[in-house]
């Protein structure tokens, strides 16, 4: 992505200090429910006779170039544009960059940008080319309300007569940044529970060559060993992934999700990663990847791998 386009996300996306899959719409569950809170939520307990750790690795990816990402424009969720000839090039790109990743299961936004980008990755895939999707509204990049369709200048004059800072300000009819972090605990907490009844439902199976291929398949491609040596040694008796999950989302949404991963979840970070990359918005089909351990009545542990890579795109 060029420096324009991230820099048309970055004054809203800030912490505070289509073709050929099955589809399947999944609806948005109430994000001010109780328990999501500020805080990190623990995990409910499991099916009887499931494991005691259960990990699965998480691989998110932002949507491809548009137009109007070119141009400074905000689209948040009522622009509802599609991708741009570079755009579509991208998802290819990093279709082919993940294409012999073994996903178990896919989510995407059911924002255009996002639905095509992830057709376009699984397109290139030598095992998902045929798994469902699932589109969930809680995937959706951040509302700016009456800001939505008009240049990022206009964002920025609207916040400095309100006599607030751009990346804290909420435009009317927008949400405010705790809202879009409510929406990522919701969904994250969602994929959590249902990663886990899953495992315990297959316990009863043979799951253990599965779940190395699902490593392995990540392994070739990257650095796991590096950064996650305890979680991929199978002399050190923690299990193998249950799952791989991909998700095509947005900048703002993933700076906030990955803000929560950070600051509430103690996410441990590769010593390559640089400080300012902690902060600053995934560019265009940028890919992140995150391991996660699960453990009865604990909060999720997570280690991540790489955030906001663009090797594909050199």
Do not use: W
Request: hydrophobic fraction near 35%; charge should be positive; charged fraction near 25%.
């Amino acid at each position: 992505m060029t420096q324009e386009a991230v820099s048309a996300y970055s004054c809203g996306a800030g912490r505070r200090p289509s073709g050929g899959s099955a589809v399947s719409e999944v609806s948005p569950q109430c994000s001010s429910r109780a328990g999501l809170g500020r805080r990190a939520v623990a995990i409910a307990s499991p099916p009887s006779g499931h494991v005691r750790m259960t990990r699965f690795a998480l691989t998110v990816v932002r949507h491809g170039e548009t137009r109007l990402n070119k141009e400074k424009i905000l689209q948040g969720q009522g622009v509802d544009e599609p991708l741009s000839e570079t755009g579509f090039k991208q998802a290819a790109a990093a279709g082919r960059f993940l294409n012999k990743v073994k996903f178990t299961h896919a989510f995407s936004s059911d924002l255009m940008r996002a639905k095509q980008t992830m057709h376009g990755i699984l397109k290139q895939s030598m095992f998902c080319k045929d798994m469902t999707i699932k589109y969930d509204s809680r995937l959706r990049e951040r509302k700016y309300g009456t800001a939505e369709g008009k240049p990022l200048s206009e964002l920025r004059a609207m916040a400095k007569a309100a006599g607030e800072e751009c990346p804290v300000f909420t435009p009317p009819q927008g949400e405010t940044l705790d809202q879009v972090e409510m929406r990522g605990k919701d969904f994250f907490e969602f994929l959590c529970q249902l990663i886990l009844k899953e495992a315990g439902q297959k316990e009863q199976c043979s799951a253990g060559a599965q779940r190395n291929n699902l490593e392995a398949s990540l392994a070739e491609i990257f650095p796991l060993e590096k950064n996650c040596s305890s979680e991929v040694n199978s002399d050190s008796g923690t299990p193998g992934l249950v799952a791989s999950v991909l998700v095509v989302s947005h900048g703002a949404y993933m700076r906030s999700l990955f803000g929560y991963f950070l600051t509430d979840l103690k996410c441990s970070l590769p010593a390559s990663l640089r400080k300012f990359e902690l902060s600053s918005v995934s560019p265009n089909t940028g890919i992140s990847l995150f391991i996660i351990s699960l453990e009865e009545g604990k909060e999720p542990t997570m280690k991540c791998v790489c955030m906001n890579l663009q090797d594909h795109l050199s």
